[in-house]
């Protein structure tokens, strides 16, 4: 029997600051953003020059990705729509129980492979957020995110996002 595991804790030791640095950024401080909807609170998370943002529009399939998000402007105002549909539907009671903790319970981020000063994070999403009414919002994909160690922190300089989750 496997043991349940605490999704709120960082699953990696202290010795290993620069994964346990990539994983705070993009679970407890992305998640906590979003229910807010409060960009400011991941803006510095992101490298602006360059960025660039990658949808798979949950296909396998590369031929129908898209360059969704060609700059940092553009994905902010889609995750600023999105935090606030969401927190719409919030505020109206959409949910069953707190959908923070669900999004949480969904995420994944345990595989970082980092390569000097860049890396490349696997962040997968697998579960279901109750809604009031009986039913439930899945949440079923992955995000691919390359990050670079800039001015001492890591930061997120684009992504490959709204993929497939393909459980193993």
């Known amino acids: 029997m496997t043991a349940e595991r605490d999704p709120f804790l960082n699953p990696f030791p202290d010795s290993d600051a620069d994964r346990r640095a990539i994983w705070e950024m993009l679970v407890p401080r992305d998640i906590d953003a979003f229910v807010s909807a409060d960009w400011g609170m991941v803006e510095d998370d992101f490298i602006p020059a360059g960025f660039t943002g990658v949808s798979g529009h949950f ?6 990705f898209t360059l969704a998000f060609p700059t940092l ?3 902010r105002a889609e995750w600023l729509r999105q935090a606030r549909s969401f927190g719409a539907d919030r505020a ?5 129980g707190d959908p923070r903790a669900g999004i949480f319970a969904a995420t994944r981020l345990e595989e970082i492979d980092i390569a000097g000063d860049a890396a490349l994070v696997r962040k997968k999403f ?3 957020l109750a809604k009031a009414d009986g039913g439930f919002d899945r949440m079923n994909w992955q995000t691919l995110y ?5 001015g001492g922190r890591w930061k997120i300089a684009g992504f490959v996002g709204y993929l497939p989750h393909i459980k193993e």
């Open 59 to 64: 296909q396998s399939d590369p031929q129908g």
């Open 73 to 75: 402007d553009v994905y």
């Open 92 to 96: 109206a009671g959409r949910f069953a």
């Open 126 to 128: 697998d579960g279901r």
């Open 146 to 150: 390359i990050c670079r160690r800039q």
